[in-house]
């Protein structure tokens, strides 16, 4: 590590503490030059890959998918809070899995599961879109499913 304002290597940890579940915040001083500065410590992860329906590659945009969720939660009693954590669980159990290239339909499922818990109403706004419901007929089949649980 070197200080960012006179590039001496004699460096000193003032503080560390973690400052969001992936990261850990250090503040620093430079023997020298007695600055301050605050370095963050991430784990590096491999990036996703979403093998789409018809085949084509994207990088996952963790962006993409909250829009989604917040969407689907619109008007609804859901904090953005408890959005946020959906997303980040979402984006966990996906880089739990075996492989960096991980299908729509896998997110789509696994996003539809969790809204489930979440909201009746958000999961069905969701569903419909994701599903492409036709009609009333789609409606009313995921309602009975809904009403079974």
Do not use: W
């Amino acid at each position: 590590m070197k200080c960012p304002y006179c590039s001496s290597n004699k460096i000193r940890v003032v503080d560390k503490r973690a400052s969001d579940e992936k990261a850990i915040r250090r503040r620093r001083e430079c023997l020298k030059c007695k600055k301050r500065f605050t370095t963050y410590e991430r784990i590096e992860t491999h990036p996703l890959v979403v093998i789409k329906r018809d085949g084509r590659r994207e990088p996952f945009d963790r962006e993409k998918l909250l829009r989604g969720i917040t969407l689907a939660c619109g008007k609804r009693p859901v904090s953005q809070e408890e959005i946020e954590k959906t997303v980040d669980e979402i984006e966990s159990d996906l880089r739990n899995m075996d492989t960096n290239e991980i299908k729509s339909r896998t997110i789509g499922e696994l996003t539809m599961e969790k809204l489930k818990t979440l909201d009746d109403v958000a999961y069905i706004r969701f569903a419909s879109v994701y599903r492409q419901f036709r009609g009333i007929g789609h409606f009313e089949k995921e309602l009975k499913e809904l009403k079974k649980r």
